[in-house]
């Protein structure tokens, strides 16, 4: 890997860094794997073809970026950039001030059209708008889930990872049934990834929530959900059996 940047490194620096460790070839792959082609969920992406663990290095051994610099990144047209620039972001929440963690997620909030594809969303999304709505009122995840915007729904569902982790399952169970008709199958994933962290640690409470609404949700998301079920258990979830 390239030398890392130092102190109050700049988004021009840092994109001449990840010009450097870019590969045509991971970078071909990449553009399938995330579905980049035409009406596909993430159509014009354009991929360095950089590996998540060199990234993380990358931003791990970067000096402190400004928000404006952190922003600039954000809203890069290649991929990489754009995570690295979450990661920079999850950073500058995770050590600021109260008033600095505010500016990291309304700076988070501002810019979701950057936010635009999966990975992005999972890999930042509990650990800034999950973790600032911790202890506050949660509407804004309510927005969100109504947003006609996938990686806006994406990153409501999502940011309940954070609540989840402290045994609260309240506002997943509340998402969760709020986008059972949602047409994105990348949300039934999500939603059903959520309700299955939720049951690791209180199955209990997620059987709770299927009695009433297994036969509603779309097919992808329950076999998530119960994805961890004894097999006989599954099997007659699958089959409405419950």
Not at 38 to 61: K, M
Not at 131 to 147: F, N, V, W
Not at 199 to 222: H, I, N, Q, V, W
């Amino acid at each position: 890997m390239t030398g890392a940047v130092g102190q109050g490194a700049t988004a021009a620096q840092i994109r001449l860094q990840l010009e450097a460790l870019g590969s045509p070839e991971a970078a071909a792959f990449a553009m399938g794997f995330f579905k980049t082609g035409p009406g596909q969920y993430g159509e014009g992406d354009l991929f360095r073809g950089i590996r998540v663990p060199v990234l993380r290095s990358l931003a791990r051994n970067t000096g402190e970026v400004t928000m404006p610099e952190t922003l600039e990144l954000l809203s890069s047209a290649y991929h990489e950039d754009r995570l690295v620039a979450l990661l920079f972001m999850m950073r500058q929440f995770a050590k600021g001030s109260g008033r600095e963690k505010e500016t990291v997620y309304d700076s988070y909030l501002s810019n979701t059209r950057f936010i635009n594809n999966w990975d992005l969303v999972d890999i930042s999304a509990p650990h800034i708008v999950g973790s600032h709505l911790s202890e506050r009122p949660r509407t804004p995840l309510y927005r969100l889930a109504a947003s006609g915007s996938l990686w806006e729904r994406r990153i409501a569902i999502v940011s309940t990872l954070c609540f989840i982790r402290k045994r609260d399952f309240g506002e997943t169970f509340a998402i969760a049934e709020l986008l059972l008709d949602d047409r994105e199958d990348l949300i039934h994933k999500a939603t059903g990834w959520m309700l299955r962290e939720a049951g690791k640690r209180d199955s209990e409470a997620l059987e709770g929530f299927l009695s009433e609404l297994y036969r509603r949700m779309p097919r992808t998301m329950l076999r998530y959900a119960i994805e961890r079920f004894p097999e006989e258990r599954r099997q007659r979830y699958l089959k409405g059996e419950v």
